[in-house]
């Protein structure tokens, strides 16, 4: 099973800041990353895959990059409504896994 | 519209069974690979179960041998019949649909229902 790791576990941004989160796995997972945003009582929400190909409907705002075990998500300039919790996941491989989450939260 | 509907979730003893079911509409469930994945309280989210479009089903380590995923094509709707519980199945099931990323061959979640809420306790 692929473990997934993020970090920081959280994340204190101030609204218009840039947020910079990572993923790290443990064998390569090729460019099969997921990037999920979930707010509290939500279901997750798909923002990007293929490691960096933002979802429909996702704002231009939402980057992704990397490839192989390492990945990132760039919020460019953050929104009130961009604090929630991000969750990376690989599809490369079943069993899928998750990452335990970052929490961006209002500094 | 793709949407997805989880119901079937509540309080059940350690030992007993639930089954949940998830309705969906603006696709065909037949079609698609779908899964399970869980988040228990105040969690992360841990992939369940999976049906591929063919039929072959395939289940995380930690429910084998106890859940059961099948679909029901005239009703499009897929089930999680789940049997023999344990504490550590209290969480919020989601349904979710798999979906083929044509660059890499794999599939990711793309939508997920609202999720329904399994609690196992006495």
């Known amino acids: 099973e692929i473990v997934m790791t993020q970090s920081p576990a959280t994340l204190s941004v101030s609204p218009g800041e840039r947020a910079t989160l990572s993923c790290r796995a443990s064998?390569?997972?090729?460019?099969?990353l997921a990037w999920y945003q979930q707010k509290p009582g939500q279901a997750p929400r798909l923002l990007i895959y293929g490691a960096s190909t933002r979802a429909t409907g996702i704002p231009a705002r939402f980057s992704g990059s990397g490839s192989g075990t390492e990945f990132t998500l760039t919020i460019s300039s953050l929104q009130s409504e961009d604090f929630a919790v991000y969750y990376c996941q690989q599809y490369n491989n079943w069993p899928q896994t998750f990452g335990q989450g970052t929490r961006l939260e209002i500094k | 519209e793709v949407q997805l509907v989880e119901t079937g979730g509540g309080l059940i003893q350690p030992g007993g069974s639930l089954r949940l079911s998830c309705a969906a509409s603006g696709f065909t469930v037949s079609s698609n690979y779908m899964s399970w994945v869980r988040q228990a309280p105040g969690k992360g989210l841990e992939w369940v179960s999976v049906?591929?479009?063919?039929?072959?089903?395939y289940y995380a380590d930690s429910v084998k041998g106890r859940f059961t995923i099948s679909r029901d094509n005239s009703k499009n709707t897929l089930y999680l019949q789940m049997n023999s519980l344990r504490a550590e199945d209290t969480a919020v099931y989601y349904c979710?649909?798999?979906?083929?990323?044509?660059?890499?061959?794999?599939?990711?979640?793309?939508?997920w229902g609202q999720g329904t809420l399994v609690t196992v306790s006495s």
């Open positions: 979710a649909r798999a979906y083929y990323d044509i660059l890499t061959g794999a599939y990711y979640f793309d939508y």
């Open positions: 064998q390569s997972v090729s460019s099969n």
């Open positions: 049906i591929y479009s063919g039929g072959s089903t």
